[in-house]
């Protein structure tokens, strides 16, 4: 299973402002928005894990906060989109926050299949801030034996 990397066609040169003063926090966010299409705004990334198992492929990915409804998980020409947004809650008109850690807003993570992976046999489930997807693999991927080759 790979990662989908985006690229927009933009070259590393054409992502520097032109004018000589450099402000980094716009100028960051400024490169980042534009290696993804420009109605997709990601503000934050989960960590993910993936594991190959012996019938499927597991993926983990850390959101917690976040609820079931919170997340779109589509697949479509063997490729696997992993949507979700956190929502910021609102502080009242008198609280004053001195330092916000949290992360709000919308990742998106996209999944390659393997050609072993049967696409029409996904299982996502949401518990204790982790968001695990369990994919099926092809019964023919299942039914190749391992065998012990000797060295002579």
Do not use: C
């Amino acid at each position: 299973m790979t990662l989908v990397k985006f690229r927009n066609g933009n070259s590393f040169n054409n992502m520097f402002p032109s004018n000589n003063r450099l402000e980094l926090p716009n100028f960051f966010n400024d490169v980042f928005n534009q290696l993804m299409n420009e109605d997709e705004k990601v503000t934050w990334m989960p960590a993910i894990n993936i594991m190959e198992r012996e019938n499927d492929y597991k993926i983990d990915l850390a959101v917690p906060g976040m609820d079931k409804k919170d997340f779109n998980i589509e697949v479509e020409n063997d490729l696997l989109v992993i949507t979700g947004e956190r929502k910021e809650e609102k502080t009242g008109e008198k609280d004053k926050v001195t330092k916000r850690e949290f992360h709000y807003g919308s990742f998106k993570r996209s999944f390659t299949l393997p050609e072993t992976a049967d696409a029409e046999k996904i299982n996502a489930n949401y518990n204790n801030g982790v968001l695990t997807l369990s994919i099926a693999k092809k019964e023919e991927a299942k039914q190749k034996a391992k065998r012990q080759i000797s060295v002579e």
